[in-house]
């Protein structure tokens, strides 16, 4: 068959080479159609998937942060761009109105930090100034019980230190020299009468008695008396004695001058011990109590430190300084302390026990209420209304409103404010439709917004003002009334003329700072309505 047909083998041989190639086409092209892309194809393929990966922007918002938004981009009156809102960016939305987002970078620039809430002991130190006084319980006055004359004066200068039982000053009296008389005359009857009946003793004992008890009622020493009742003689003049070891701190007798029964001659005062009255801030008296340790200390003698106790803290308060007295005992031993010098006292107290406590600077404080705002996540912040106790030095007891452990920022908690509006969040307090955004939503910002009716009463181009009558706006709970506002931009202040009647926007740019971003006639539509 060879040999008759001399291609017979040949086309056995091509018709297998034939199905050979056939079979390795098949599997070329089976490969190719899953092996990976050529490098052109490759560029392609990448480019996809970064397009993939670029994030959806769903609207634009106002530079400024008024509440409007558009879907395409454009430029405010002012000539500013609109800024995309990405998809991304609604992801990260807080899941609350209530709350507030600040991107990474701005934290940064801002200076945030946060710190823990944490229990602790709220000890503190209370601060006050006060006076040094005398002591009323050792000061004495010098007053003679009967009339008078001061015969002689011992001591003479106001200021001079005593010791107990030294002359002051001698005085004659009539009725001094009187008394004396009839007690010597009681004194020797008595003697003369040993013999006489039981009943006549009696008598002259009790007239003698008697005589002796009207001299002590009038403060004559005992030493006299015992010398009048030794000797019987009457002496001339009577001769008073300081009570105590002190200081002359009033002199009113003056040699030969005559006094009535109750004439305060001289005052004497211990200064041994001395008193500090401070008067203590109404909102620290809670903290003050009787029997706690005080430091004083004395511009004279910068380098000491006087200890003293708590002995009175006053029932009454000082209403042009809202402050309450309190009476420190301080002992004075050298006489440092002089009545009428300035003091500064340092009261340590103690705290009831452990407490939630923050910063100080972390309450933002408007007057009405007080907000801290706790960290929520990172770049998320929610403003929370609390309710506050004791404060110490550099720490506030939280009562309500934030746990402990809790998060809180300590700086830059007025820039947050300023940076996103922090009333928006802080009006969503009670309103439960204040939910998350949705890319359909308006941004947080449009929440600010208030709606008013009014009549324009008076523009002032210059100052760039309109005063406006309007009526009750519900967002804020106010009634009607005439008051000032800034219209955002020169086209709506071309709309507002004296005399015309108006639905208008507005929003609190800064504190008490009220902006129209829309304007309409009454009764008109908005033609910002949807932004």
Partial sequence: MTEGNPFGMNKGVIAA????VLAAGGGYWAGQKNAPAPHADGATSLAAETAKKAPKILFYRNPMGLPDTSPTPKKDPMGMDYIPVY???QDDEPASAKQIKISTEKIQKL??????ATLRNLDKVVRAAGRIEPDERRTYAISPKFEGYVERLH???TGQPVSKGQALFEVYSPELVSAQREYAIAVQGQESLKSAESATQDSMRQLAESSLARLRNWDISEEQVKSLAKSGETRRTLTFRSPVNGIIT????????RFMPGDALYQVADLSSVWAVADVFEQDIGWVKAGAKAKVKINAYPDKTFEGTISYVYPTL???TRTIPVRIDLPNPNNLLKPGMFAQLELPTTAKGAVVTVPNSAVIDSGTRQIVLVQAGEGRFEPREVKLGARSDDRVEVIEGVRDGEQVVVAANFLIDAESNL???IGGFGHASHGGASPSDKPAAAKVGHKAEGKVEEVDAKAGTVSITHGPVASLNWPGMTMEFKPANEAIMQQLKPGAAIDFEFVERGQGEWVITSV???GKANPHAGH
Wanted: avoid cysteine.
């Fill in 155 to 157: 001591v003479n200068v």
């Fill in 423 to 425: 009333k928006a969040a």
């Fill in 17 to 20: 080479a034939v199905v050979a």
């Fill in 250 to 257: 009033e002199k009113k007798a003056v040699q030969g001058m």
């Fill in 111 to 116: 200076g945030v930090r946060t710190e823990a």
């Fill in 87 to 89: 998809e991304g960016e």
């Fill in 318 to 320: 000082k209403a042009e």
């Fill in 520 to 522: 309409k006639p009454a």
